[in-house]
């Protein structure tokens, strides 16, 4: 079983930065790619970026490229979402996920992913 737990959400200015930290444990960090998802009121979670487990492959949704990236630090069990440029509609409940997987690949779909960590809020606020 692993566990991941979310940090570093809050309130935040349009065009303001925040970064996401999740922290895994109870699992071999290595062997997930890892995703982060986002759900807003009344809407289906979607995907926001994903890493593979050394890192080599990243992928992101349209409306996050160019201002959010993601990363992993694999001595310390922990990815991480940098968000810049933050607008009104990147409002939401942040999610991390972890993907077992045996390749390096990555998968923008939340089926994909068998743990997920409690969900930290960001709100943007105009």
């Known amino acids: 079983q692993v566990q991941l737990v979310e940090t570093g959400g809050g309130l935040v200015e349009v065009g303001g930065s925040l970064r996401l930290s999740c922290t895994a444990s109870?699992?071999?960090?290595?062997?997930?790619?890892m995703g982060w998802f986002r759900q807003a009121p009344g809407k289906e979670r979607e995907f926001v970026a994903t890493?593979?487990?050394?890192?080599?492959?990243?992928r992101y949704s349209d409306p996050v490229k160019g201002r959010f990236t993601i990363s992993r630090d694999n001595t310390r069990n922990t990815v991480y979402l940098q968000m810049n440029n933050l607008k009104p509609e990147d409002t939401a409940i942040y999610y991390c996920?972890?993907?077992?997987?045996?390749?390096?690949?990555?998968?923008?779909?939340?089926?994909?992913?068998?743990?997920w960590g409690q969900g930290t809020q960001v709100t943007v606020s105009s």
């Open positions: 996920a972890a993907d077992y997987t045996v390749t390096g690949a990555v998968d923008a779909r939340t089926s994909a992913y068998e743990y």
């Open positions: 109870g699992g071999t960090f290595t062997d997930y790619a």
């Open positions: 890493i593979s487990r050394g890192s080599k492959r990243t």
